[in-house]
C-alpha cells in the first residue's frame, strides 16, 4: 500500500487531480451554506463579508476564474520549458524530479482548483431577468476573492520555486538525497529480525519457473508479499532478479523450491509473478544502482562538449560520495529471510557494493581525464570510500580502480603538471586505504 501511495504523490496529475475534488466540493458546500442562510433569513449585512448583485458577482468571478485559466496554462507552459533545458543538460533521467516536484504539483493544482471552483460557483448564481427570482452566494464569492488573493502569492512562490529548482546544487541536493533514501532501505544499519544467511541451505527441487508474461524494467519486488506466499504455500522462493534489471517475455523471475508431491495452486503461481511489478522506467526507491546512474549521469553530461561545466561534475561527485561512504560503512544485507516459523521462506539478490564503485570511478577514468579539477574529485571520492569501506571486497575495487585511474594518467595526454601532482595524490590515497587510515570525525567548536 505505501509503495501505490508512494507512486501516486509522484504522479504530476494526483495532487492537482484531488485539489481539483476538493474545490468542487467546496464550492457546493458553501453555495448551499449560502441557500441555507437565505432560506432561514439570516441577514449578513453588516458582517466582513463583501456584497455585490449578480451581475457584479458574475463579473468577479468570471475574471477570477479566466485569469486564473490562464495562469495556470502559462505555469505549465514554464515547467514543461524547465523540463526540456534539464533534460537536455543533466539528462532525461532527471525529468522525473521535476515531475514528482511536490511544490509544481501544488502549484498547477490550487490554479486549477481556484478555476472549478469559480465556474461551480458562477453557475449557481441567479438573477430576475434569469428566472424571475435573485440568488447571489454571498460566501462562496468572497471565498473566491480570496482564493484569488492567495493564488496572488502562490504565482510569486512559484517563480521562485521554478528558479531554484533548475539551479545544478539543487538538482544534485534532490538526487543525492534520493541515493541516502535507497541506501537507507536497500541497506539498513542493522539487519532485520527474519534475516538468515543464505548459505548452507538445502534448497529443495525446482518445483516450478515462474516466467514473465511482459517485457520491461522490474521497478520493484514486494519480498514481504513473496515471504507470506511461502509460508502459505511451505515453499522456498528463490529470487533471480533486482529491482532495475530488464526483463522479456519468458524469461525467468524465480523459482518457486518444494518437493513435486507438494500441491501449489496456478493462483499461487499468479500471485508470485504479481509480486515483480514491471514498468517501462527506473525509479531509485529500491534500486540503488539507478541512484548511482542518476548522478554520474550528471558528472558525464556536465563534462562532454556541449555543456563543458567540469564545475558541476565535481558537485555530482562529492554528492555522490555520500551515498558512497554510506553503503560501503553498511553491513551487506542478508539475502534470505525467514517466516514466522523460523524456517528460510525466500532468497533474493542483492546489488553488489563493488559494482557501484565501480560504475561512479569508471566514469570520472573514461570521461574526466581531461579535467584536473574532476580527477581530484574522483580521487577524493575514492579515498573517502576506501577509508570508510568496512568489507574487504569493497577496499580491493577502490583500489583496483586507483590502480587503474593511475594508467591512464600516465599514458593519457594530459597537463603533465596536473598529471604529476594527480598520480601523487593517488598514491597518497592508496598508502592511505592499505593502511586502513578511518576518516576524521569532524570537530563541533562552540565558539
Same mark, same amino acid.
Given at each position: 500500500?505505501?509503495?501505490?501511495?508512494?507512486?501516486?504523490?509522484?504522479?504530476?496529475?494526483?495532487?492537482?487531480?484531488?485539489?481539483?475534488?476538493?474545490?468542487?466540493?467546496?464550492?457546493?458546500?458553501?453555495?448551499?451554506?449560502?441557500?441555507?442562510?437565505?432560506?432561514?433569513?439570516?441577514?449578513?449585512?453588516?458582517?466582513?463579508?463583501?456584497?455585490?448583485?449578480?451581475?457584479?458577482?458574475?463579473?468577479?468571478?468570471?475574471?477570477?476564474?479566466?485569469?486564473?485559466?490562464?495562469?495556470?496554462?502559462?505555469?505549465?507552459?514554464?515547467?514543461?520549458?524547465?523540463?526540456?533545458?534539464?533534460?537536455?543538460?543533466?539528462?532525461?533521467?532527471?525529468?522525473?524530479?521535476?515531475?514528482?516536484?511536490?511544490?509544481?504539483?501544488?502549484?498547477?493544482?490550487?490554479?486549477?482548483?481556484?478555476?472549478?471552483?469559480?465556474?461551480?460557483?458562477?453557475?449557481?448564481?441567479?438573477?430576475?431577468?434569469?428566472?424571475?427570482?435573485?440568488?447571489?452566494?454571498?460566501?462562496?464569492?468572497?471565498?473566491?476573492?480570496?482564493?484569488?488573493?492567495? %493564488?496572488? +502569492?502562490?504565482?510569486?512562490?512559484?517563480? =521562485?520555486? &521554478? #528558479?531554484?529548482?533548475?539551479?545544478?546544487? *539543487?538538482?544534485? $541536493?534532490?538526487?543525492?538525497?534520493?541515493?541516502?533514501?535507497?541506501?537507507?532501505?536497500?541497506?539498513?544499519?542493522?539487519?532485520?529480525?527474519?534475516?538468515?544467511?543464505?548459505?548452507?541451505?538445502?534448497?529443495?527441487?525446482?518445483?516450478?519457473?515462474?516466467?514473465?508474461?511482459?517485457?520491461?524494467?522490474?521497478?520493484?519486488?514486494?519480498?514481504?508479499?513473496?515471504?507470506?506466499?511461502?509460508?502459505?504455500?511451505?515453499?522456498?522462493?528463490?529470487?533471480?532478479?533486482?529491482?532495475?534489471?530488464?526483463?522479456?517475455?519468458?524469461?525467468?523471475?524465480?523459482?518457486?523450491?518444494?518437493?513435486?508431491?507438494?500441491?501449489?495452486?496456478?493462483?499461487?503461481?499468479?500471485?508470485?509473478?504479481?509480486?515483480? %511489478?514491471? +514498468?517501462?522506467?527506473?525509479?531509485?526507491? =529500491?534500486? &540503488? #544502482?539507478?541512484?548511482?546512474?542518476?548522478? *554520474?549521469?550528471? $558528472?558525464?553530461?556536465?563534462?562532454?562538449?556541449?555543456?563543458?561545466?567540469?564545475?558541476?561534475?565535481?558537485?555530482?561527485?562529492?554528492?555522490?560520495?555520500?551515498?558512497?561512504?554510506?553503503?560501503?560503512?553498511?553491513?551487506?544485507?542478508?539475502?534470505?529471510?525467514?517466516?514466522?516459523?523460523?524456517?528460510?521462506?525466500?532468497?533474493?539478490?542483492?546489488?553488489?557494493?563493488?559494482?557501484?564503485?565501480?560504475?561512479?570511478?569508471?566514469?570520472?577514468?573514461?570521461?574526466?581525464?581531461?579535467?584536473?579539477?574532476?580527477?581530484?574529485?574522483?580521487?577524493?571520492?575514492?579515498?573517502?570510500?576506501?577509508?570508510?569501506?568496512?568489507?574487504?571486497?569493497?577496499?580491493?575495487?577502490?583500489?583496483?580502480?586507483? %590502480?587503474?585511474?593511475?594508467?591512464?594518467?600516465?599514458?593519457?595526454?594530459?597537463?603533465?603538471?596536473?598529471?604529476?601532482?594527480?598520480?601523487?595524490?593517488?598514491?597518497?590515497?592508496?598508502?592511505?586505504?592499505?593502511?586502513?587510515?578511518?576518516?576524521?570525525?569532524?570537530?563541533?567548536?562552540?565558539?
Amino acid at each position: 500500500m505505501k509503495e501505490h501511495l508512494a507512486k501516486l504523490r509522484e504522479s504530476f496529475w494526483f495532487i492537482p487531480a484531488v485539489l481539483g475534488v476538493v474545490a468542487l466540493v467546496l464550492a457546493q458546500a458553501l453555495v448551499s451554506l449560502d441557500r441555507y442562510l437565505l432560506d432561514t433569513r439570516v441577514d449578513l449585512t453588516g458582517s466582513l463579508l463583501y456584497h455585490v448583485g449578480a451581475s457584479g458577482s458574475r463579473d468577479i468571478l468570471g475574471a477570477i476564474g479566466g485569469s486564473m485559466l490562464g495562469v495556470a496554462a502559462t505555469s505549465f507552459s514554464i515547467t514543461i520549458s524547465v523540463l526540456a533545458t534539464a533534460s537536455s543538460s543533466y539528462g532525461p533521467r532527471l525529468v522525473r524530479n521535476f515531475m514528482a516536484d511536490r511544490g509544481n504539483q501544488v502549484v498547477l493544482g490550487i490554479f486549477g482548483a481556484t478555476f472549478l471552483y469559480s465556474l461551480m460557483v458562477l453557475r449557481s448564481i441567479r438573477s430576475i431577468e434569469s428566472d424571475g427570482s435573485v440568488f447571489v452566494p454571498d460566501i462562496a464569492v468572497n471565498v473566491a476573492v480570496a482564493l484569488a488573493v492567495v %493564488d496572488v +502569492g502562490v504565482l510569486v512562490y512559484f517563480i =521562485h520555486h &521554478i #528558479a531554484q529548482s533548475i539551479q545544478v546544487a *539543487t538538482l544534485s $541536493a534532490r538526487v543525492r538525497d534520493e541515493l541516502s533514501e535507497s541506501v537507507d532501505a536497500l541497506y539498513p544499519p542493522e539487519q532485520p529480525a527474519d534475516a538468515a544467511s543464505a548459505e548452507g541451505i538445502v534448497k529443495p527441487p525446482v518445483y516450478t519457473t515462474v516466467l514473465a508474461e511482459e517485457s520491461g524494467v522490474i521497478i520493484d519486488i514486494d519480498e514481504n508479499g513473496l515471504l507470506d506466499i511461502a509460508a502459505d504455500t511451505d515453499t522456498l522462493i528463490d529470487i533471480h532478479r533486482v529491482p532495475g534489471d530488464h526483463v522479456v517475455a519468458g524469461e525467468p523471475l524465480a523459482d518457486v523450491l518444494a518437493d513435486r508431491s507438494a500441491d501449489i495452486s496456478a493462483d499461487a503461481i499468479g500471485r508470485v509473478r504479481g509480486s515483480f %511489478d514491471i +514498468g517501462t522506467s527506473r525509479t531509485p526507491r =529500491h534500486d &540503488i #544502482a539507478f541512484a548511482v546512474e542518476q548522478m *554520474t549521469e550528471m $558528472a558525464v553530461r556536465a563534462l562532454s562538449t556541449g555543456v563543458n561545466d567540469p564545475y558541476t561534475a565535481r558537485n555530482a561527485i562529492d554528492d555522490l560520495t555520500v551515498g558512497l561512504v554510506a553503503v560501503v560503512q553498511r553491513p551487506m544485507p542478508s539475502r534470505a529471510r525467514r517466516g514466522s516459523d523460523g524456517t528460510v521462506r525466500v532468497i533474493t539478490l542483492r546489488v553488489a557494493v563493488p559494482s557501484l564503485i565501480d560504475h561512479a570511478l569508471d566514469a570520472v577514468r573514461i570521461y574526466g581525464t581531461g579535467s584536473p579539477m574532476v580527477v581530484q574529485a574522483g580521487i577524493r571520492l575514492a579515498e573517502r570510500v576506501g577509508r570508510a569501506a568496512q568489507s574487504s571486497e569493497n577496499v580491493d575495487a577502490v583500489l583496483t580502480q586507483l %590502480d587503474l585511474l593511475d594508467r591512464a594518467l600516465a599514458s593519457g595526454d594530459t597537463d603533465t603538471a596536473r598529471t604529476v601532482e594527480a598520480r601523487e595524490q593517488i598514491s597518497l590515497a592508496t598508502t592511505a586505504i592499505t593502511d586502513r587510515v578511518p576518516l576524521a570525525v569532524p570537530r563541533v567548536v562552540i565558539r
